[in-house]
């Protein structure tokens, strides 16, 4: 299994509200999905949980069912996950308002598809570079695109937790996709902001190609984190190609 993760609650929190999956579904295709709640300790648990669950469920369903078209899959269990989590954000009290980020990649060995809903992000890693496949749904985000702020400015950003889209906020889940060509020797970092927000693209490069073990990669990454205080969740999962 070419695939690792870890979450922690992180030196701050009191509650991990971060929730993640990893899954084999052969010899080449792979799943992984990570989900950062938001709504309170309480339902931001419920909503990452329920996200992650109902789309792995939604996802291995269509596959047995024979379907292999990799985004009707991706979309069609994001979309299932969506429901579930807004239907519990409506209808229980405790739960109102609550909702949660999603990023899941699905590799088939040549090709990537990434899916992308709030400030959860997913990096490609070749052996010669890092970059970021996903673009954040966050207030300062837009800012940056906007010319307003610098990536620099938006890293210490005080509002730069504020998100513009989350998964079970609305009825209708409109989530980016991102295709890739990938080879053997590249990598998936996906990962909650409580990661990105205390660990530099180029330390996740390094830990990745020259840290160490591979397996062990996640753990260092946290570690990382940890030392640095850590101050939210923090979720990682990495995925060879």
């Not at 979450?7 to 999905?33: F, P």
């Not at 519990?88 to 040549?110: E, P």
């Not at 989530?175 to 927000?197: M, R």
Request: proline share 2%.
């Amino acid at each position: 299994m070419n695939m690792w993760g870890i979450t922690d609650r992180g030196v701050v929190r009191e509650e991990n509200q971060d929730a993640y999956a990893l899954q084999v579904l052969s010899d080449r295709q792979q799943l992984a999905v990570v989900c950062d709640g938001m709504g309170g300790a309480r339902a931001g648990n419920i909503a990452s949980t329920m996200a992650v669950e109902t789309f792995m469920d939604a996802f291995s369903s269509l596959w047995d069912a024979g379907e292999r078209k990799a985004e009707i899959l991706l979309q069609t269990a994001a979309s299932r996950a969506n429901e579930v989590v807004h239907h519990r954000a409506m209808t229980d009290s405790a739960c109102y308002g609550m909702g949660t980020t999603m990023v899941s990649v699905y590799l088939d060995g040549k090709h990537a598809i990434v899916l992308n809903e709030g400030d959860s992000r997913a990096y490609f890693i070749t052996p010669e570079s890092i970059s970021q496949v996903t673009r954040d749904h966050s207030l300062v985000e837009d800012l940056v695109q906007r010319g307003e702020l610098t990536p620099e400015q938006a890293r210490i950003h005080p509002n730069k937790n504020l998100i513009t889209r989350a998964l079970g906020s609305e009825t209708n889940l409109h989530a980016d996709l991102f295709y890739l060509d990938v080879v053997p020797g590249q990598f998936f970092l996906l990962c909650s902001d409580g990661l990105s927000n205390v660990v530099s693209e180029q330390e996740m490069l390094y830990e990745v190609l020259h840290g160490g073990e591979i397996s062990q990669c996640c753990d260092r990454l946290l570690e990382i984190a940890i030392k640095r205080g850590a101050p939210d969740n923090v979720t990682v999962a990495l995925v060879a190609c």
